[in-house]
């Protein structure tokens, strides 16, 4: 089972070291923390100066309790490193939505459990429906949550370099989260 630390682990192996590429909308990052995250933290520093602590910090703080990912990661290890990884790089929100999404697409017209309200909060409606999917359809119906939840975030990748061209440069790369 894949721990918390482990997930963040995973996320700041993805993310790398510092980061100043004009081209990146998101501006200047160090370990996958973009300068406004630092702030909003409370760092005051030169990004280069962010500590791997103070990020793991961030991402367990922002991207893995807030969103209730850690409460998702009990019931499923590899769905919760899957939504703490896309929270991470599109947002814990959208990672939230891919869920429900998800869910309400495998719930066989809601005969297996309601469909959610696709809001991006992984509450305990959302916990419920993935409890329910898991019983129902087991490991192998894991994996295939994990297959399409790895499509909605390729389509958003693609998407996302469709409404601005200079993303291209970076869709190679962002599939490699994916393909692993």
């Known amino acids: 089972m894949a721990t918390i630390n482990a997930i963040i682990e995973d996320v700041l192996a993805n993310e790398g070291g510092y980061v100043n590429d004009p081209r990146d909308a998101g501006g200047e990052t160090n370990f996958g923390i973009t300068i406004a995250t630092a702030r909003a933290n409370g760092f005051t520093g030169p990004m280069k100066a962010i500590t791997r602590d103070f990020a793991r910090g961030v991402y367990v703080k922002q991207y893995v309790e807030a969103p209730g990912f850690d409460k998702i990661a009990a019931i ?50 959302t916990r419920d429906a993935l409890t329910a999917f898991l019983k129902k359809r087991g490991a192998e119906g894991e994996r295939r949550l994990l297959l399409l939840l790895n499509a909605l975030q390729g389509e958003r990748y693609l998407s996302l370099c469709e409404g601005r061209a200079a993303n291209e440069a970076f869709l190679f790369g962002w599939l490699a989260r994916i393909a692993a």
């Open 76 to 125: 499923s290890p590899s769905i919760g490193a899957e939504l703490v990884d896309t929270g991470v790089n599109m947002g814990p929100k959208v990672a939230a939505q891919f869920l429900q999404r998800a869910l309400n697409g495998l719930n066989n017209q809601g005969k297996d459990y309601a469909d959610l309200l696709v809001d991006g909060s992984a509450g305990q409606k």
